[in-house]
């Protein structure tokens, strides 16, 4: 059963600071991997979605990497601002059977300080 | 801009009443899901649909019904709900079968239920 493990849990960093939050899985049969932002109370939003054929995917400030071998992805935001807070979220979309759905991690809360 | 609705941000409702919660999209996607959201344990995966009046179990499907009578619409059904029911529940559409940025998941807002 595909397990999704994000690290770290809790990250607090001045603004303007580059930083990269990580992502493991343990199943590589995937399709895909997608990130996510989660606002306190709120719904997801899609930020960057990989391929499993892909290397990596960049959106503005974000660039996200996979590397499906060793089943690892990274988000790298670039000067980081106050309205970067949020819960980032990791989940893969599994091809090696079973429900259709995304697996997810339990994210990481990200502070950024003004 | 696409769009993933649910009927509800905040439900109250009391142990054994039976508990509907609607999501629409209007993407035109074939596929539509439920999960829940706890602390420590993430979102969960309940049940999902590939196309009207098709459904599968997700990971966590006891206690919970589904319908899709229609392509845009897909609710979730608690027969009787329980305190452990109590939770944020987050509904998703996809495009099938696309690639690319066509197999981005969009989520609804959600809805936090209470039960008591």
């Known amino acids: 059963k595909q397990e999704v493990t994000q690290i770290p849990a809790a990250l607090s960093v001045p603004e303007g600071e580059n930083l990269v939050l990580n992502c493991s899985f343990t199943?590589?049969?995937?399709?895909?991997l997608q990130w996510f932002r989660q606002d306190p109370g709120k719904g997801l939003t899609s930020l960057l979605l990989?391929?499993?054929?892909?290397r990596e995917q960049t959106s503005g400030r974000l660039n996200a990497s996979l590397d499906k071998s060793s089943g690892r992805s990274t988000l790298y935001i670039a000067a980081s601002q106050p309205g970067d807070s949020a819960t980032y979220l990791c989940?893969?979309?599994?091809?090696?059977?079973?429900?259709?759905?995304?697996?997810f991690g339990k994210g990481t809360h990200l502070i950024i300080q003004p | 801009d696409v769009k993933v609705t649910q009927s509800s941000r905040y439900l109250v409702k009391r142990t054994g009443e039976k508990v509907f919660l609607e999501c629409v999209q209007d993407?035109?996607?074939?596929?539509m899901f439920w999960y829940r959201q706890d602390p420590g344990l993430g979102l969960r995966l309940i049940y999902f649909s590939y196309d009207v009046k098709m459904k599968e179990k997700g990971d966590i499907p006891e206690g919970y019904s589904v319908s899709r009578e229609k392509k845009e619409r897909f609710s979730l059904i608690l027969e009787s709900a329980s305190t452990n029911q109590t939770s944020m529940y987050l509904c998703?559409?996809?495009?099938?079968?696309?690639?690319?940025?066509?197999?981005?998941?969009?989520f609804g807002p959600g809805t936090r239920l209470t039960v008591l």
């Open positions: 990989i391929q499993s054929s892909q």
């Open positions: 998703a559409s996809r495009h099938s079968g696309g690639a690319g940025v066509t197999d981005t998941q969009y």
């Open positions: 993407m035109d996607h074939e596929n």
């Open positions: 199943d590589s049969a995937i399709y895909n």
């Open positions: 989940a893969v979309r599994s091809s090696g059977g079973g429900a259709d759905g995304l697996t």
